[in-house]
C-alpha cells in the first residue's frame, strides 16, 4: 500500500474562489468550512471530503461569513446587506441592511442574535429568529467612533476594532453603552481582533506586524500582564520589511494561537509563555484568513492575494487544509533548572 503524502502547504480544496478570500471560518459541530470572497460568494465546503457542498452569490463583494449552525449561515457584503443562507434547502434571505458595505458578522450563541459592524460605522444586532425584513430582525443600532474593521465574541463580550485605533467592549446583555472604551496599544491601524478562548482577554494584530496582548481586567494586576511582540517582518540589506497580520486564530483546545500574514508566513505562538512554537513552510500568497477545526486537529488557510500593492498578476488564490500536529500547538512545559543536591 502506497503512503499518500500530503503537501507541505496542507491539502489545497478544489473549486476555490476565483477572486480574494476575506474570511473563511470551520463549524462548531463538523468539518464543514464556510468561505467569503471578493468574487461575490459564499461557498460551504466539507474540508474533511475536500467538496464544494453549496454557494451562494451575492449583489457585490462578501467580506465576511459566520455559521449559525452546520448548513446555514450569514454573510456580510459590500452590498451593505446582511443576509441568511441555508445551503441544505438552497435559501436565502435578506435579514437588513447597512447604510455602506458591511465590514464583519458573527452569530452569538449565548443570546441568539447576529451582530454585524459597517463602515458605515455602526454596529447593529439581528434576532434571526423573527420574519426576514428589517423591521422584524433589528434589535438595535450602535453608533462607533469610525468604521468597523474587525468584531470578535466570547461569551457576553464582544469586542470591536474601528479605523483611528479604536477598541469598544460591550456587554451583549446591555449594548447601551460599551463597558469599556479603549485605544488600540499598537500605533497603526487595526487589521483583526479575536478574544481569547478563556474569555480573560482579546489579541489585536496590527498593519505593522504587530500583535498586542490585552486583558479585560482593568486592574492594576490584571492590565501589568499586557503586552506586545513584533511578527511576520525581515530584514533584507539592513532595512526592516514589515508585513500587515491580516488573521489570528486560536486553537480551542490549548489556546495557543496561529497568525497569517502578508509575508505569507503562518506562526503558531504560546501567549503565555511569550514563545513561537511553529512556522509553517511559507504559503504561495498572503495568508487572507485562518480557522482551526473545532477539535484543533485541521488548520484551514486562505492563500489569496490582498492587494497590499495594488492590481498586479499573482499567484491563484487558494485554500489549504493542514492536519495539526501536536508538537505545533501543545504549550511547551517551563523547564525549571534543577537545584543542587
Given at each position: 500500500?502506497?503512503?499518500?503524502?500530503?503537501?507541505?502547504?496542507?491539502?489545497?480544496?478544489?473549486?476555490?474562489?476565483?477572486?480574494?478570500?476575506?474570511?473563511?471560518?470551520?463549524?462548531?459541530?463538523?468539518?464543514?468550512?464556510?468561505?467569503?470572497?471578493?468574487?461575490?460568494?459564499?461557498?460551504?465546503?466539507?474540508?474533511?471530503?475536500?467538496?464544494?457542498?453549496?454557494?451562494?452569490?451575492?449583489?457585490?463583494?462578501?467580506?465576511?461569513?459566520?455559521?449559525?449552525?452546520?448548513?446555514?449561515?450569514?454573510?456580510?457584503?459590500?452590498?451593505?446587506?446582511?443576509r441568511r443562507?441555508?445551503?441544505?434547502?438552497?435559501?436565502?434571505?435578506?435579514?437588513?441592511?447597512?447604510?455602506?458595505?458591511?465590514?464583519?458578522?458573527?452569530?452569538?450563541?449565548?443570546?441568539?442574535?447576529?451582530?454585524t459592524g459597517?463602515?458605515?460605522?455602526?454596529?447593529?444586532?439581528?434576532?434571526?429568529?423573527?420574519?426576514?425584513?428589517?423591521?422584524?430582525?433589528?434589535?438595535?443600532?450602535?453608533?462607533?467612533?469610525?468604521?468597523?474593521?474587525?468584531?470578535?465574541?466570547?461569551?457576553?463580550?464582544?469586542?470591536?476594532?474601528?479605523?483611528?485605533?479604536?477598541?469598544?467592549?460591550?456587554?451583549?446583555?446591555?449594548?447601551?453603552?460599551?463597558?469599556?472604551?479603549?485605544?488600540?496599544?499598537?500605533?497603526?491601524?487595526?487589521?483583526?481582533?479575536?478574544?481569547?478562548?478563556?474569555?480573560?482577554?482579546?489579541?489585536?494584530?496590527?498593519?505593522?506586524?504587530?500583535?498586542?496582548?490585552?486583558?479585560?481586567?482593568?486592574?492594576?494586576?490584571?492590565?501589568?500582564?499586557?503586552?506586545?511582540?513584533?511578527?511576520?517582518?525581515?530584514?533584507e540589506a539592513?532595512?526592516?520589511?514589515?508585513?500587515?497580520?491580516?488573521?489570528?486564530?486560536?486553537?480551542?483546545?490549548?489556546?495557543?494561537?496561529?497568525?497569517?500574514?502578508?509575508?505569507?508566513?503562518?506562526?503558531?505562538?504560546?501567549?503565555?509563555?511569550?514563545?513561537?512554537?511553529?512556522?509553517?513552510?511559507?504559503?504561495?500568497?498572503?495568508?487572507?484568513?485562518?480557522?482551526?477545526?473545532?477539535?484543533?486537529?485541521?488548520?484551514?488557510?486562505?492563500?489569496?492575494?490582498?492587494?497590499?500593492?495594488?492590481?498586479?498578476?499573482?499567484?491563484?488564490?487558494?485554500?489549504?487544509?493542514?492536519?495539526?500536529?501536536?508538537?505545533?500547538?501543545?504549550?511547551?512545559?517551563?523547564?525549571?533548572?534543577?537545584?543542587?543536591?
Amino acid at each position: 500500500m502506497t503512503a499518500v503524502v500530503t503537501p507541505v502547504a496542507g491539502r489545497e480544496l478544489s473549486n476555490p474562489p476565483s477572486d480574494g478570500i476575506s474570511n473563511l471560518r470551520f463549524s462548531n459541530h463538523s468539518d464543514h468550512l464556510l468561505v467569503s470572497s471578493w468574487d461575490k460568494t459564499v461557498r460551504l465546503y466539507d474540508a474533511s471530503a475536500n467538496a464544494l457542498r453549496g454557494e451562494f452569490m451575492h449583489g457585490g463583494a462578501v467580506l465576511d461569513c459566520c455559521f449559525h449552525d452546520d448548513s446555514s449561515g450569514f454573510s456580510a457584503s459590500a452590498d451593505n446587506t446582511v443576509r441568511r443562507l441555508v445551503f441544505n434547502y438552497g435559501k436565502e434571505d435578506i435579514l437588513g441592511r447597512h447604510d455602506a458595505p458591511v465590514r464583519c458578522v458573527e452569530y452569538s450563541y449565548a443570546i441568539g442574535q447576529v451582530i454585524t459592524g459597517s463602515w458605515d460605522k455602526t454596529l447593529k444586532c439581528w434576532d434571526p429568529r423573527g420574519a426576514s425584513g428589517q423591521e422584524h430582525t433589528l434589535v438595535g443600532t450602535y453608533s462607533q467612533p469610525e468604521r468597523v474593521y474587525s468584531i470578535s465574541l466570547v461569551g457576553h463580550r464582544l469586542v470591536v476594532a474601528t479605523a483611528g485605533r479604536h477598541v469598544n467592549v460591550y456587554d451583549l446583555r446591555n449594548m447601551s453603552q460599551p463597558e469599556q472604551r479603549r485605544e488600540s496599544s499598537l500605533k497603526y491601524q487595526t487589521r483583526c481582533v479575536r478574544c481569547y478562548p478563556n474569555g480573560t482577554g482579546f489579541a489585536l494584530s496590527s498593519v505593522e506586524g504587530r500583535v498586542a496582548m490585552e486583558f479585560f481586567d482593568l486592574s492594576e494586576a490584571g492590565q501589568s500582564k499586557k503586552y506586545a511582540f513584533k511578527c511576520h517582518r525581515k530584514s533584507e540589506a539592513g532595512r526592516d520589511i514589515v508585513y500587515p497580520v491580516n488573521s489570528i486564530a486560536f486553537h480551542p483546545i490549548y489556546g495557543t494561537f496561529a497568525t497569517g500574514g502578508c509575508d505569507g508566513y503562518v506562526n503558531v505562538w504560546d501567549g503565555n509563555n511569550k514563545k513561537r512554537l511553529y512556522q509553517y513552510s511559507k504559503y504561495p500568497m498572503s495568508i487572507a484568513a485562518l480557522s482551526f477545526s473545532r477539535d484543533g486537529r485541521l488548520l484551514a488557510v486562505a492563500s489569496s492575494y490582498t492587494f497590499e500593492e495594488g492590481d498586479k498578476l499573482h499567484e491563484p488564490d487558494s485554500i489549504f487544509v493542514r492536519s495539526v500536529n501536536e508538537v505545533e500547538v501543545k504549550p511547551k512545559p517551563k523547564v525549571y533548572p534543577t537545584p543542587p543536591a
